[in-house]
């Protein structure tokens, strides 16, 4: 079958993460031709295969994917849409279960909640809260307060409701579909490591690319 004129499209992705050790084409993104058996055959190509002892990361250069892919076949031409390299992890699931695991998730989940609790206590301290909640409460009313008030009461259903909304959260559930801020963050915060793990193994000479 002729391959003249046709063009396979490819959107690479930035990261991607495997449980195999080998990798494929069809693993790095997403694949459009017009030609399904030349579509077919191109997704089986062999990238990069992990070993145990190695290293579990590897950067595959979007001009080797186009190398190896008209070596199949020289006629056809690649249209990369995505990302012009890949950055790979090869995720060993076996080595995240069992109780240690859980031990770090309940170490992480026990600093957030009593840092979080001694941060906002050490803030309300250092503006001497109670004594702003006193002074307010005494201006309104002309006599001061006997105990908590109504302030004081307020302000922390407004904190815990206010925690809520930011964190867009309750148990499991979402409140509304927009991204949290810190959910926005950690998006760029990854792709600022990815783009500097790329940037690194380049410099290195540890990237996949051509000769």
């Known amino acids: 079958m002729s391959t003249n004129n046709v063009i396979l499209y490819l959107k690479a992705e930035q990261n991607i993460e495997l449980q195999s050790e080998d990798v494929y084409l069809k693993d790095i993104g997403k694949l459009i031709c017009t030609d399904e058996i030349i579509l077919s055959k191109v997704k089986t190509i062999k990238l990069h295969h992990f070993q145990e002892e190695a290293s579990q990361r590897q950067v595959i250069s979007i001009l080797k994917v186009i190398e190896e892919v008209n070596k199949l076949f020289p006629n056809v031409t690649v249209e990369n849409l995505g990302e012009t390299d890949i950055l790979i992890e090869h995720i060993n699931v076996n080595k995240h279960k069992g109780l240690v695991q859980w031990i770090k998730l ?14 906002i206590m050490a803030f309300h301290n250092d503006i001497s809260i109670n004594k702003i909640f006193s002074k307010v409460y005494e201006l309104v009313m002309g006599y001061p307060a006997d105990g908590y008030s109504i302030l004081e009461v307020s302000y922390s259903i407004g904190l815990a409701i206010g925690i809520i909304m930011f964190f867009n959260h309750i148990g499991g559930r979402r409140i ?12 760029i915060y990854e792709t600022d490591v990815n783009k500097a793990l790329i940037e690194t193994a380049d410099r290195e000479g540890k990237s996949i690319d051509v000769s």
């Not at 509304?176 to 998006?187: C, G």
């Open 176 to 187: 509304t579909k927009d991204p949290t801020p810190i959910e926005v963050e950690m998006r």
């Open 106 to 119: 309940a170490f992480v989940a026990a600093i957030s909640f009593f840092g979080t609790g001694f941060t």
